[in-house]
């Protein structure tokens, strides 16, 4: 009976993705043009959600071929063992998580596991990570010389040469760690914005101006979890980062506020911050992204992706738009008021 029932949920599993599988016509309604690159949907599964590419490869339904491209995990130059435990923490309507960029660094990357990847299933981005502008060009280097469709810079990483701040909270040094990965390699490069800032439009106007093709906004919220009996933080590293859908609001303003600095430039979003539905999707174009991620939802359903894309589908039918290009930034704001009341 056991075995029966297991067969019974497998079929069933099958029989879903074949349901909500989209024809040649709907993928095409679907197909975006990022930084030059062809995502044959707008899903981008999100740095660190994944693995190397591999992750979620095991799970019967699950296919890489239903987003458009996947970023693989952050990578610094030499492996790092990463935080201590606890690395994760469940929080109401999310995750906290510092797991210290575990990695066995870029050289075993690119020479171990990048050959191991279908490369015709989609686009693969490689995340670089480093301590000092001079890691962040080494590992771009690195990766330029590798099968990698494009290069997600991770500047949310502290400076180690500065006291330990983040290179993504301050302008300056975001712009720096660009120009000196934009050197590095003739790849398209994606800045990913951290919202831990004070104005995150004039981060994303530093970075295009330094050569960021495309920009991911946004990176986790610092936040902490407290055990009252031991009245220490969960997470062993105190701190760490919250993703999922409590700050979904939060990077929705955030992409609308970067989208009116890219859209004079025409350089693309990909929005992120809490996308567990076609609805929550729809959102992030409206609002100024080009493409969505997809990350904290794949740990409760790996097989988000078919469903999210097949109610971006039936949106754009109901609709009557032909490709989901032309609803990018289509947000239309109401009226302001005379004065800004929060409380």
């Known amino acids: 009976m056991q075995l029966r029932g297991v067969f019974l949920r497998f079929k069933q599993t099958i029989m879903n993705s074949q349901s909500i599988a989209l ?13 030059g690159l062809h995502f044959s949907t707008p899903l981008v599964l999100l740095s660190g959600c994944v693995g190397f590419g591999e992750e979620y490869t095991r799970v019967v339904g699950f296919s890489n071929r239903d987003a458009g491209a996947v970023c693989l995990k952050g990578t610094t130059e030499k492996p790092r063992l990463g935080n201590e435990p606890h690395r994760i923490a469940e929080t109401p309507s999310g995750m906290l998580n510092a797991i210290g960029l575990q990695n066995p660094g870029a050289r075993k990357v690119i020479d171990e596991l990048l050959p191991q990847l279908d490369f015709s299933e989609t686009c693969f981005i490689a995340n670089v990570s480093g301590a000092t502008i001079e890691e962040y060009a080494e590992v771009t280097r690195l990766f330029d010389d590798s099968p990698i469709h494009a290069i997600e810079i991770n500047i949310s990483c502290p400076n180690v040469k500065e006291g330990g701040v983040a290179f993504g909270n301050d302008p300056d040094m975001s712009a720096r760690v660009v120009e000196a990965c934009r050197a590095a390699t003739s790849k398209p490069l994606i800045t990913k914005l951290s919202p831990n800032q ?55 303003l955030k992409v609308h506020e970067v989208y009116n600095v890219c859209k004079h430039h025409g350089v693309p979003i990909i929005g992120q911050g809490g996308i567990t539905t076609a609805e929550d999707a729809l959102e992030f174009i409206i609002a100024g992204a080009s493409a969505v991620g997809v990350g904290t939802a794949l740990f409760y359903d790996p097989l988000v992706c078919p469903k999210i894309n097949r109610g971006i589908v039936e949106y754009l039918k109901r609709h009557r738009i032909s490709n989901l290009g032309e609803l990018t930034g289509t947000l239309v704001l109401n009226a302001p008021a005379t004065e800004i009341c929060t409380g």
């Open 23 to 35: 024809g040649t016509n709907e993928r095409a309604m679907l197909s975006v043009n990022f930084c």
């Open 198 to 252: 004070t104005d995150i439009a004039e981060n994303a106007r530093r970075c295009v101006d330094a050569g960021s093709d495309g920009l991911a906004v946004i990176n986790t919220l610092m936040g902490m979890a407290v055990d009252i009996e031991t009245r220490r933080p969960v997470i062993g590293n105190n701190q760490g980062g919250l993703s999922g859908p409590a700050i979904k609001p939060i990077a929705l």
